[in-house]
């Protein structure tokens, strides 16, 4: 059997897999998605970006969470599906459009630096500082989404996030869940998140939480200024709020390039092979 290649990026400590289907044909069911991010019976990811499906710009993507869903958009996703398309060739110049879902990502690769760029569009805020009920504590919650949802909490208690990511994930005012933020406003120009991912739980870094965190606390006037460095566990993301959407600005670092090995690949369905 002919081996099918994958290529591991970190974004930040949150680490995926890219399964290109010109290389790879695994077929992406909830089972195999499990399987392959699994970190003691597969070979561990944060998530799967899968792709490109379209051979011209747009590069499309799907993101796939380690629990088998599929995300709307993911930041740090994006950012490693861009450096993969220039490690691959696919792209060979600084700029050039990624798409997810019916959402075009216009993205810039720095050649001198390596940050990636990308323009995550406008981001809709839901409600700001309503009171929200978690594990019998009342928190005040800000709720927007930017392609995926987010509930924010400003707390100076960013510790809770194991406590009360999962509830405020599943809780009933979000019925298809939530990704949350705790956020902590250390001054104008920067904050200081935790994450807790929808279909994923406790992460070290997220893009999308970072735009969302950073664009509530301008939008509710908990920050000045409108580029700000957003601090996580994994390390920091440049974020700014403009009129016209979110930029968001970030590292990513390969990991490696592999092979399933035949052991693995027999318990994946792969295209062809049904």
Known sequence: MTPFH??????????????????????MTPENVRLICDRHFGVGA???CYG??????????????????????????LRIFARYLWDAGYV???????GMGADTIPTHINSTTGLITLEMGG??????????LVGGEEVLATAV??????????????????TWGPLIETAPRFPNRTNVQLVNV?????????????GAGYTLASGTSASAAAAAAVLTGRCAARHLTVQMAGGNLSVEVLTEGVRLTGPVTAVYQATFSPDLLAQLPVTGNR
């Open 6 to 27: 994958m290529a591991k990026y970190t974004a930040l400590g949150n680490d995926m897999i890219v399964i290109d289907p010109v290389h790879c044909p695994v077929v």
């Open 46 to 48: 944060d998530g799967i």
């Open 52 to 77: 490109p499906l379209s051979g011209n710009a747009p590069f499309i993507m799907r993101f796939f969470n380690p629990d088998g869903s599929e995300a709307e958009r993911s930041g740090n996703g």
């Open 92 to 98: 060979s110049g600084p700029d050039f459009v990624m």
């Open 123 to 132: 981001l809709r805020v839901l409600f700001t500082d309503r009171p929200l």
């Open 145 to 162: 989404t930017i392609g995926n949802p987010h509930c924010i909490i400003f707390t100076a208690k960013l510790g809770r996030v194991h």
């Open 186 to 198: 250390l001054d104008d120009h920067t904050i200081q998140i935790e994450i807790w991912e929808r």
